[in-house]
């Protein structure tokens, strides 16, 4: 597994999750592997994993919202 690197302070974490907990205090943004996130929410940017937890996400973000 490739390690990733907060973009803010330059702190080195071997998987995501401690990267994203450490992106809270920090304030850096994350920054995941190439291709890992390909799907991306076309109302808000957000990058998912799977094509179901995209579909998830506009359930459970974007629900009543006006389609664009």
């Known amino acids: ?9 330059g702190a080195v974490f071997d ?3 401690d990267l994203r ?10 920054v995941s592997p190439e291709g890992e996130f390909k799907y991306k929410c076309g109302r808000c940017g ?3 994993n799977t094509e179901e937890a995209l579909g ?13």
């Open 56 to 68: 998830a996400h506009h359930i459970r973000a974007h629900a009543g919202e006006q389609e664009l």
């Open 1 to 9: 597994m490739a390690q990733m690197a907060c973009p803010q302070c």
């Open 15 to 17: 998987n995501r999750d």
């Open 46 to 48: 957000q990058r998912f």
């Open 21 to 30: 907990e450490h992106r809270n205090v920090c304030g850096g943004e994350f």
